[in-house]
């Protein structure tokens, strides 16, 4: 069994950063991919950044250049460093873990596990 714990959302003004922090409560972290996805209110949740067991990053088309995911397998710990935030970046942002199984990284399929989610709000 897995757990992961959010933290470092909250409210910000357009054009400036978060950093978002997963931290995972799991005997062996190194054999897993983490991920981050999102939801905003009414929409699908959606598939933001992967950080493969190997180190490998995986971004969304409409992150890409703005967000840097990174892993610490000492810490356990996964992060998301947003930049450039937009009002559209707003959203309930969640971390998952699942083993890595080789691809697929952008599909919730390949998570079994989530965490409770960490509110980002940004302002224009």
């Known amino acids: 069994q897995v757990q992961l714990v959010e933290s470092g959302g909250g409210l910000v003004q357009a054009e400036t950063s978060l950093r978002l922090s997963c931290a995972a409560s799991?005997?062996?972290?190194?054999?897993?991919?983490v991920g981050w996805f999102r939801q905003a209110p009414g929409k699908e949740r959606e598939f933001v950044a992967a950080i493969t067991s190997y180190g490998a990053a995986i971004y969304a088309d409409s992150v890409k250049g703005r967000f840097a995911i990174s892993r610490d397998n000492a810490k356990k710990s996964v992060y998301l460093q947003t930049n450039s935030l937009k009002p559209g970046d707003t959203a309930i942002y969640y971390c998952?873990?699942?083993?890595?199984?080789?691809?697929?990284?952008?599909?919730?399929?390949?998570?079994?596990?989530w965490g409770q989610g960490t509110q980002v709000t940004v302002s224009s």
């Open positions: 998952a873990a699942g083993i890595d199984s080789g691809g697929n990284y952008d599909t919730r399929a390949q998570y079994n596990y």
């Open positions: 799991v005997r062996t972290f190194s054999g897993y991919v």
